[in-house]
């Protein structure tokens, strides 16, 4: 069982930063591939970004464009999504999930944080 929390949601101005962390719960955390989703009203839900327990990561290249970047800190059970030049188009609530599946871009994956909101005002 994997508990998520995130935080570092908020109000910023459009081409400022944020960054989103999420907290995870278990010891096997270092088995599992983290990753980042968003859902803005009335969208489904996207994938963003995931990084593999090995530090390998994939993103959803159309939408971030290379202002995002994931990481994470094995020893502290931490996943982290830095966002630069943030846009109006950003606006959503983030979440974070957990698989055991490497393929967590297209399966549901098995965890799921409550998620954070992310408000990008131009």
């Known amino acids: 069982q994997v508990q998520l929390v995130e935080s570092g949601g908020g109000l910023v101005q459009a081409g400022g930063s944020l960054r989103l962390s999420c907290a995870a719960s278990?010891?096997?955390?270092?088995?599992?591939?983290m990753g980042w989703f968003r859902q803005a009203p009335g969208k489904e839900r996207d994938f963003v970004a995931a990084?593999?327990?090995?530090?390998?990561?994939?993103y959803d290249v159309k939408s971030v464009k290379g202002r995002f970047t994931i990481s994470r800190d094995n020893a502290k059970n931490m996943v982290y999504l830095q966002m630069n030049s943030l846009q109006s188009e950003d606006t959503a609530v983030y979440y974070c999930?957990?698989?055991?599946?490497?393929?967590?871009?297209?399966?549901?994956?098995?965890?799921w944080g409550q998620g954070t909101q992310v408000t990008v005002s131009s």
């Open positions: 999930a957990a698989s055991v599946s490497q393929y967590i871009r297209t399966i549901r994956p098995e965890y």
């Open positions: 278990g010891r096997t955390f270092s088995m599992y591939t």
């Open positions: 990084i593999g327990w090995s530090g390998d990561t994939i």
